[in-house]
């Protein structure tokens, strides 16, 4: 556990984050930082680390990854069941009861005014969700797969555009609307 100390030192804050300043560390750098400080299973659970959880439960050797993937797995449900709601379609998922607060997420994401804005509202409850999970221990491994998954949740805001996600969205739909058949490309 020693060297965890010294890793994680030579890691950037990512607390204050804003959108206006890029991020201190890419998704590349912190991998060739962890790599080679972890046990084979931590290794093998760190190289799959996604925003995007698979459908089943997999275990993994993180309790904090683990909730976090059955926690996304919930807000995947609820978004799904609010939009199939939203086009009279039937939606059929696991035996399992959302919370209010994830359907109210999710109905708020729907009916944003614009993709960006429903980004930002799914965003801002993904990060919530995942300092519940921060670990109070912060040099321990379970510190690091939240490190990861807040590096990927602020890697993946800064990527939106909003005057080319505009531009692509207006060209989508002027598109549909001229009920052109083609694939738009943005």
Wanted: glycine share 4%; with cysteine.
């Amino acid at each position: 556990m020693a060297a965890y100390y010294y890793l994680i030192s030579q890691l950037p804050s990512l607390d204050g984050y804003s959108d206006a300043v890029p991020l201190p560390i890419d998704e590349a750098r912190f991998m060739e930082l962890v790599r080679g400080h972890l046990g084979k299973n931590t290794q093998n659970d760190m190289e799959k680390l996604t925003l995007t959880p698979p459908m089943d439960s997999e275990k993994t050797s993180s309790p904090l990854l683990s909730a976090w993937y059955d926690g996304e797995r919930d807000l995947r449900l609820a978004l799904g069941k609010i939009r199939a709601e939203k086009m009279n379609k039937t939606f059929t998922f696991p035996n399992k009861i959302l919370s209010a607060a994830l359907i109210k997420t999710a109905t708020d994401a729907q009916e944003a005014e614009n993709p960006l804005e429903a980004e930002k509202i799914l965003f801002s409850h993904r990060l919530s969700f995942l300092e519940s999970l921060r670990p109070t221990d912060m040099f321990c491994e379970d510190f690091l797969f939240y490190y990861g998954l807040k590096l990927k949740l602020l890697a993946r805001m800064w990527q939106f555009d909003p005057v080319r996600g505009e531009a692509a969205y207006r060209k989508i739909y002027n598109s549909i609307l001229q009920g052109d058949k083609k694939e738009v490309n943005p």
